[in-house]
């Protein structure tokens, strides 16, 4: 699988599967994002750090669709899936849920489950726009949508497995500990079959040892999809460790990308996170 | 002070509840004073004084603040547990009701009573018995938008009005038949519910309650005052019942009759609703209700979702529309005023949001209480209020919690 994964990412090694070109954001005269650029290949993780405020989660929902970029394009290139569009999709301004459709399924920086359906369900959730039972065969429920029911089920329980939330299945996600809800919501997303997975700040108010967890299971999952990862994330040990590459965020401007290693040298990153040294 | 105090000994709860009743009743006492004791007659120009009363007062707050306090503290006490308890609980009457022992000789016995029901009791009996069925359909109906969807919706009593005009002034101009407008009144609900769902598509929560409450309204406004087209307050009467095949029956046999249909229309709403709650549909109408915007993020499409749900809605309470006009052969604007909203929407939240059965017994418990409650008819708004208030303090899930299913899982693939 791993050796696949390889071959893949060697193929397509200059095509992204979500690039990002001049995309602003302005609320009434505040500039939230500025010319924001960012790529994202097949199979990488990359991950979008910067101090508070910066417009990482404005990014987030501007390539989702929750916000409209006020200038710029946003292109995804879904290559797997079920609408495959390999010669790219303009998808600023296009609604939330098709964005979803197409292959990009993101988690939520304050957890945002829904709390009175069980763990097993919010996953199935995730199914809803992989299927297709209307409300007459919902309510005839015939050979095909008790299949497709059955599918839904075994499949969201598989994905339940994947994120170890299987004893847990049939809790209210509302009463899960917290670590278990970032899981699921991250089960959830996979439900949805997507080709890239964007996690906004996943290891937030997680201790050093569910964060390595939590890291084990992102290199997992993005071996196991054949997913790519974009990741919002304040905890730099798991950023550096995590990612292929790194973007840096301040003010609504990218200021530094590349490896790890590269961005953890850059000057202008060190001043953004420790203030301006006087005396250099 | 109300707050119980986990470390001291029960006795010392009961001793401090009773000194909380007493103050209460003191405090009641002295300030009615003036009202039940005092009796000034001013053409005798004599002041009786009634002590008695002051004593009937005090006594009788006393016990009402005791019972009060107590049952508060067990609810504050059921509540603590219930937070420490990582599995939820159930009420022992839903428990009771989810018991396939009870649950299926219980369906079988109600069944065979509703089939007989007509042949044992009275016209006047079926008669109630038929209202409280319209009301069960209405609060399913609404079930489905307020209950599952979470669109609170206050004008649910628009599409009953359409329904009931559509029969009425079809009847009226082409004497169409019960039989022919019951799909068509269904279809113009639907098509009144999507009119309405589209506006407040990007509404919510108060925004939305007070827009689908101005949508009623004007319902309402327009068959009052367009007397050309509605006929006005003064209505349309000598609606046709429905045909049986050409042949002409009885007032009695009229009832009868109604009431069978009533129980078949019943036991599909029953069916799709149950049907629908565990579909993908309505999974999609719950996590609508639990957060609007990770469920659009999760790709379910919101404006399907919510328009589906409202002219689901629409087009049962359009339906019961029909069967009112039917049944009751004489219709006015008068019976589609806010207060029908009000009550089916109290059928919903008193018999719990999104459980079918829950509803059922809500429009029973709301329906037929106060038909047999006549004797205290002047009472009867207050026993009502009195009631929702209680219920809305002790069990604000409602009568029966909505459960959700728990699925089947075929565990051979391996974790």
Redesign the interface.
């Given at each position: 699988m791993g050796q696949g994964m390889n071959e893949a990412t060697n193929r397509s090694a200059e095509s992204a599967v979500l690039s990002v070109r001049n995309v602003s954001m302005n609320f009434g005269g505040l500039r939230a994002l500025s010319e924001v650029d960012l790529d994202v290949r097949p199979g990488e993780v990359v991950a979008l750090i910067g101090p508070n405020g910066a417009g990482k989660t404005t990014f987030f929902n501007c390539i989702?669709g929750?916000y409209t970029p006020t200038g710029g394009e946003v292109t995804a290139y879904p290559r797997t899936g079920k609408p495959k569009r390999p010669e790219g999709i303009r998808i600023n301004g296009m609604?939330?849920?098709l964005v979803?459709?197409l292959g990009m399924?993101?988690t939520?920086q304050n957890i945002?489950?829904?709390?009175?359906?069980?763990a097993?369900?919010n996953v199935?959730?995730?199914r809803?726009?992989?299927?297709k039972?209307?409300?007459l065969?919902?309510?005839l429920?015939g050979a095909a949508?008790r299949r497709?029911?059955?599918e839904?089920?075994?499949k969201s329980?598989?994905m339940l497995?994947k994120v170890g939330l299987?004893k847990l299945?049939?809790?209210?996600a509302r009463?899960l500990p917290y670590g278990a809800q970032r899981r699921l919501e991250i089960a959830?997303?996979l439900a949805?079959e997507p080709f890239l997975l964007l996690l906004d700040e996943p290891a937030a108010g997680m201790n050093p040892q569910e964060t390595e967890e939590l890291k084990q299971m992102v290199i997992r999952i993005r071996e196991e999809f054949k997913v790519s990862v974009l990741l919002i994330e304040h905890d730099m040990k798991m950023v550096m460790s995590l990612s292929d590459r790194i973007y840096v965020m301040e003010y609504g401007r990218i200021i530094s990308t590349g490896t790890p290693k590269q961005v953890g040298e850059d000057p202008q990153v060190i001043r953004a996170y420790l203030g301006e040294d006087s005396d250099a | 002070m109300a707050q119980a105090n986990p470390i001291q000994h029960p006795t010392q709860h009961v001793i401090q509840h009773v000194k909380q009743a007493f103050v209460a009743a003191i405090w009641l006492a002295f300030l009615t004073l003036p009202i039940m004791v005092i009796r000034v007659d001013t053409v005798e120009k004599t002041v009786t004084w009634r002590w008695m009363n002051l004593a009937y007062m005090a006594l009788g707050s006393f016990v009402l603040a005791l019972a009060w306090y107590c049952m508060m503290e067990r609810r504050d006490q059921s509540q603590a547990r219930k937070d420490l308890e990582t599995v939820e609980r159930d009420s022992a009457l839903s428990r009771f009701l989810s018991d396939p022992r009870f649950a299926k000789p219980l369906m079988a016995f109600g069944l065979l009573v509703a089939a007989g029901f007509p042949w044992f009791f009275s016209m006047y009996q079926t008669n109630i018995l038929v209202s409280a069925l319209i009301y069960v359909v209405l609060g399913l109906g609404l079930n489905i938008t307020v209950g599952l969807a979470g669109l609170l919706d206050l004008g649910y009593v628009a599409f009953y009005a359409v329904g009931a005009y559509t029969y009425a002034l079809l009847n009226h101009h082409f004497q169409l038949g019960f039989w022919t407008v019951l799909p068509l009144g269904a279809v113009l609900g639907a098509f009144f519910g999507i009119l309405l769902g589209f506006p407040v598509l990007r509404l919510r929560g108060d925004y939305l309650a007070i827009v689908t409450l101005g949508f009623g309204q004007i319902i309402r406004l327009v068959l009052e005052n367009w007397s050309a087209f509605s006929f006005g307050p003064s209505g349309i009467s000598n609606i046709d019942r429905p045909g049986l095949f050409g042949i002409t029956y009885s007032v009695e046999q009229a009832t009868t009759y109604m009431y069978y249909i009533m129980l078949a229309l019943v036991l599909l709403t029953i069916f799709v609703t149950a049907r629908l709650k565990d579909s993908r549909i309505g999974r999609a109408w719950l996590a609508l209700r639990e957060d609007e915007i990770a469920c659009q993020a999760m790709g379910i499409d919101n404006t399907r979702a919510k328009l589906m749900a409202f002219s689901l809605g629409a087009t049962l309470a359009a339906l019961m529309g029909v069967v009112f006009a039917a049944k009751t052969t004489f219709i006015n604007p008068a019976s589609f005023t806010f207060m029908e909203s009000a009550m089916i929407l109290a059928i919903v939240v008193l018999g719990g949001m999104g459980s079918v059965l829950g509803v059922i017994l809500g429009a029973f418990l709301l329906m037929l209480l106060p038909e047999y409650l006549r004797a205290f008819s002047e009472y009867r708004m207050l026993i009502f209020g009195f009631t929702m208030v209680l219920i809305m303090v002790f069990r604000p899930q409602g009568l029966v919690r909505a459960k959700r299913k728990v699925y089947k899982i075929n565990v051979e693939q391996a974790g």
């Open positions: 989702t929750i609604r939330t849920n979803c459709e399924a993101r939520f945002r489950l829904f709390p009175s359906m069980t097993l369900e199935m959730i995730g809803h726009c992989r299927t039972t209307g409300i065969g919902a309510v429920r949508t497709e029911e059955q839904v089920v075994d329980f598989e497995t299987e299945a049939n809790e209210y009463n959830r997303a949805t | -």
